[in-house]
C-alpha cells in the first residue's frame, strides 16, 4: 500500500521560505492585499512558522515549515457533510471544490489550522495570468484549500511510470516545496516503501509528529534534535 | 372594525370576543411598528444580497475564526425554539392545567424562530448555492447532517403540533364569519367540532406532545456535538449536549415570559396572562438559572483542574483575557440578576419576570458568543498575528434584521391566529375545573370506615 509522505529536518531548515513561494507559484495561490492580510485571509498551503524556544536569553528561533499534515484518521474528512473532503487511496487528503458547501467545519476540526477559505474571488495581475499551472484547478470563491501535496505531480508520474513500464520512483513524483528546498531539509517519498528515503527518515531518533497524542496520525514526520 | 363584523362579534362569548379582536380590529401604532421592522429587515436582505455578490470577506471572519455571529445565532434562536414547544408539550403531558392561557403564543415562538435559526448555517454558507449537496452528497458521519435531519424533523414536528390545536380555533373563526372566509375554510381543513372529532383531535395532541419531547431535546443536543465532536479546546467536551440543551430551555422561557409582558400590554389580554402564570413560569426561570450554573461551573472546573495547556489558553482568555467582559457579562446576565429576582416572590410579576428575562436573551446570546469565539481565536497550534475578530456591519446589519423579522412575522401571526388558545379556555371552564377536582380526590386514600357525618 502506498502511503506518501513527508519528512521535515528542521535542523536543514534555515527558514528562507522558499518552499512557500513554490508551493505559491504551482498551485495557484492567489496572493491577497496587506489590508486582507492583516485580518489573517491569507492563503499558504506550505507556510514556514517561526516558533522561539528556550529561555530568555538562552532562546532561539526554530523554523516549522507547515503543510497539511496529510492525517491517516484525518478530523477534518469526518465532519465534512458532503465529503468533499477525503482520503484517497494512497493516504493523501483531497478536496473536491465543485462539491464544498463553504461551511468551514473541516477547517475548524482541523487540529494543525491548515485549511484555508477562499473569502472573495481570487485574484491575480495581469502579468501573472499566463503563468498560471494548468494543471492545478483554480479555486471559485467560497470554498477550502488546502496542501494536497501537488497530487496532480502524482498523477504524471504514474503515467510515466506506466508508459515506461516500471515501478514509480522516489524521483518521480516530488512536490513543488520538496523540489525547491536549497537545503534538502523537505523530504518525499513513500513511506511504506523502503526503497524511499522516508521509510527510514521517519523512524530516525530524531523523528516526531506534531500533536502525535491526538490521535490524528499525521504522515508529516519533523526530524529534530533532542536539546 | 367594519359594522358588521363588530354585531357578529358582540353575539359571542367573552372569551372569545377579547381573543378574536386582535384578528379585526387594529391600532395604528401596529402598523407603525411593522413598517419599521419590515425596513430594518429589507435592510438586512440587503446585507446578505452584498454578502452574496461579493463573498464571505465582507464579514469579520478570517481564520482560524472560521465561524462567527451567524453560528452564534444559529445557536441562539435555534436554543430561544426550545421555549414554546417543549414547554407546551411538557405541560401538557404533566396536565398542568395552567398552561392553557400560554401555551399557543410559545408554540408560535417556536416554529417562527427555528425558521429563522435554521437559515443562519446558510447565511453562513461560502457556497449558499450548493446548499442542496447536503441531500445529494450525504455524508452521514457529519454532525452538520445529523444536525440538519433533527432540526427538519423538529421543524415539521412543531409546525404539525401548533397547527393541529388550532383547527377547533380556526372552525371558530370560519364559522363567525368576521374575517376572510375562504382562508380560513381552507385553514380548517373541514374541522367541525363533533365530539368524534375533538376526541381524536385531543389523542393526536397527546401524541404529538411526547413525540415533540424527544426530537425537542435532540435538536440542542446535535447542536453542542457539533462544537464538542472536534478536537478543539474547550469545545470537546461531553457535557455540551445536555448543557446546550439547558441553555436552549432556559432561553426559551425568557423568551415567552417577553412575549407575554408584550402581548398583554398590546392586545389587554391582563385577564389571561395572570399574575399566577408570571409567578409559574418565575420559579421555572429560578430553577434554570440554577440549573445553567450548575453546567457553567462543572464545564470550566473541569477544564481548569484538567490544566491541558492547550485548553488553559482558552480557559484564560475567558476568565480574564480578551473575554473577561462578555464572559461575567454572561455570568451576570444569566445567573447574578435572574437569580436575585426571581428568589423573591414580590419579583415574579410581568415587570419582574421581564427584568430578568430580558438579562437572560442577552446572557444566553453572550454565552453562545463565549463558547464559538475563544475557542476560534485559540487554536491549538497558536498563530502569530492571527485570532481576533470583529463583526462587520453586514453581519450586525443580518443579526438585527432576523430579530426585527421574526417580531414581524409573529406580529403578523397575532392577525391571523388567536393568540390564546379559545377552545382550550373554554374546555378549562366547562370540563378541567371538575376534572381536577376529582384528580386531587383521586390522590386522597378513600375514606373507609370513617364517616365524619355520623359522628360516633
Request: aromatic share 12%.
Amino acid at each position: 500500500m502506498t502511503r506518501w509522505g513527508m519528512v521535515i529536518d528542521l535542523d536543514l531548515c534555515t527558514g528562507c521560505a522558499a518552499c512557500e513561494v513554490a508551493c505559491k507559484s504551482e498551485n495557484n495561490i492567489p496572493t491577497v492585499s496587506p489590508e486582507q492580510a492583516e485580518l489573517g485571509r491569507t492563503i499558504s498551503w506550505m507556510k514556514v512558522v517561526a516558533a522561539e524556544r528556550g529561555d530568555f536569553p538562552a532562546t532561539s528561533v526554530e523554523f516549522y515549515p507547515r503543510p497539511c499534515m496529510q492525517c491517516e484518521n484525518p478530523p477534518c474528512v469526518k465532519v465534512c457533510p458532503v465529503g468533499a473532503t477525503y482520503l484517497d487511496e494512497d493516504g493523501i487528503v483531497g478536496q473536491i471544490y465543485a462539491r464544498c458547501i463553504g461551511c468551514r467545519y473541516c477547517a475548524n476540526a482541523c487540529p494543525y489550522t491548515v485549511k484555508y477559505f477562499n473569502w472573495y474571488a481570487p485574484q491575480w495581475p495581469d502579468t501573472e495570468r499566463p503563468h498560471l499551472n494548468p494543471d492545478v484547478s483554480v479555486r471559485p470563491k467560497g470554498v477550502i484549500e488546502k496542501c494536497t501535496f501537488c497530487h496532480h505531480r502524482r498523477q504524471k508520474a504514474r503515467e510515466t511510470a506506466a508508459a515506461e513500464g516500471r515501478q514509480m520512483m522516489e524521483r518521480d513524483y516530488q512536490p513543488a516545496c520538496a523540489e525547491i528546498c536549497p537545503t534538502g531539509a523537505i523530504v518525499f517519498g513513500d513511506l511504506e516503501n523502503p526503497r524511499h528515503r522516508v521509510s527510514r527518515l521517519k523512524d530516525d531518533s530524531r523523528a516526531h509528529r506534531v500533536m502525535e497524542d491526538l490521535g490524528t496520525e499525521p504522515k508529516v514526520y519533523y526530524l529534530r534534535r533532542s536539546n | 372594525m367594519r359594522a358588521g363584523v363588530a354585531e357578529k362579534l358582540a353575539t359571542m362569548s367573552p372569551d372569545e370576543q377579547a381573543l378574536l379582536r386582535p384578528l379585526v380590529a387594529t391600532s395604528r401604532s401596529y402598523y407603525v411598528v411593522l413598517v419599521i421592522l419590515g425596513a430594518i429587515t429589507a435592510w438586512g436582505l440587503h446585507a446578505y444580497y452584498l454578502q452574496m455578490r461579493y463573498g464571505l470577506g465582507r464579514t469579520g471572519l478570517n481564520r482560524p475564526e472560521y465561524w462567527g455571529i451567524y453560528i452564534i445565532d444559529f445557536v441562539f434562536f435555534i436554543g430561544i425554539s426550545h421555549a414554546g414547544t417543549l414547554i407546551s408539550a411538557i405541560l401538557r403531558v404533566s396536565q398542568a392545567e395552567w398552561r392553557r392561557a400560554i401555551t399557543r403564543s410559545a408554540e408560535l415562538i417556536t416554529v417562527l424562530v427555528l425558521g429563522f435559526g435554521a437559515i443562519q448555517p446558510i447565511v453562513d454558507l461560502g457556497r449558499p448555492d450548493r446548499l442542496l449537496n447536503v441531500l445529494f452528497h450525504p455524508h452521514l458521519r457529519s454532525p452538520l447532517l445529523w444536525d440538519v435531519m433533527s432540526i427538519g424533523l423538529y421543524f415539521t414536528a412543531c409546525t404539525i403540533y401548533l397547527y393541529v390545536p388550532l383547527l377547533p380555533d380556526l372552525a371558530l373563526i370560519r364559522d363567525s364569519e368576521i374575517k376572510a372566509p375562504r382562508l380560513y375554510r381552507i385553514l380548517a381543513a373541514g374541522y367541525r367540532d363533533t365530539p368524534a372529532q375533538r376526541a381524536r383531535l385531543e389523542r393526536v395532541i397527546g401524541w404529538l406532545a411526547i413525540a415533540v419531547i424527544p426530537i425537542a431535546v435532540s435538536v440542542h443536543t446535535i447542536i453542542g456535538w457539533i462544537f464538542a465532536m472536534t478536537l478543539r479546546p474547550m469545545w470537546h467536551s461531553t457535557i455540551f449536549g445536555p448543557y446546550f440543551v439547558v441553555g436552549a430551555i432556559y432561553s426559551g422561557i425568557a423568551a415567552i415570559l417577553v412575549a407575554m409582558v408584550i402581548i398583554r400590554r398590546a392586545f389587554g389580554l391582563q385577564q389571561y396572562f395572570r399574575d399566577i402564570h408570571f409567578d409559574y413560569l418565575g420559579r421555572l426561570l429560578l430553577l434554570f438559572s440554577l440549573l445553567w450554573l450548575y453546567f457553567t461551573f462543572a464545564e470550566h472546573l473541569t477544564a481548569f483542574y484538567g490544566a491541558e495547556p492547550d485548553e488553559m489558553r482558552t480557559f484564560w482568555s475567558k476568565l480574564t483575557g480578551a473575554f473577561a467582559w462578555p464572559f461575567w457579562l454572561m455570568v451576570t446576565f444569566c445567573f447574578v440578576i435572574p437569580f436575585l429576582l426571581m428568589i423573591w416572590r414580590g419579583a415574579r410579576t410581568p415587570l419582574g419576570t421581564l427584568l430578568a428575562s430580558v438579562p437572560v436573551i442577552i446572557g444566553m446570546w453572550l454565552e453562545r458568543f463565549t463558547i464559538v469565539v475563544p475557542t476560534s481565536v485559540n487554536p491549538r497550534w497558536e498563530l502569530a498575528g492571527v485570532g481576533q475578530y470583529l463583526p462587520s456591519w453586514i453581519e450586525v446589519s443580518i443579526m438585527v434584521a432576523t430579530f426585527s423579522g421574526f417580531i414581524m412575522l409573529y406580529m403578523i401571526a397575532t392577525k391571523f391566529i388567536p393568540i390564546v388558545s379559545i377552545w382550550e379556555m373554554k374546555e378549562g371552564r366547562e370540563h378541567s375545573v371538575q376534572d381536577v377536582a376529582e384528580r386531587v380526590t383521586g390522590y386522597l386514600p378513600e375514606a373507609v370506615g370513617f364517616s365524619p357525618a355520623e359522628p360516633g
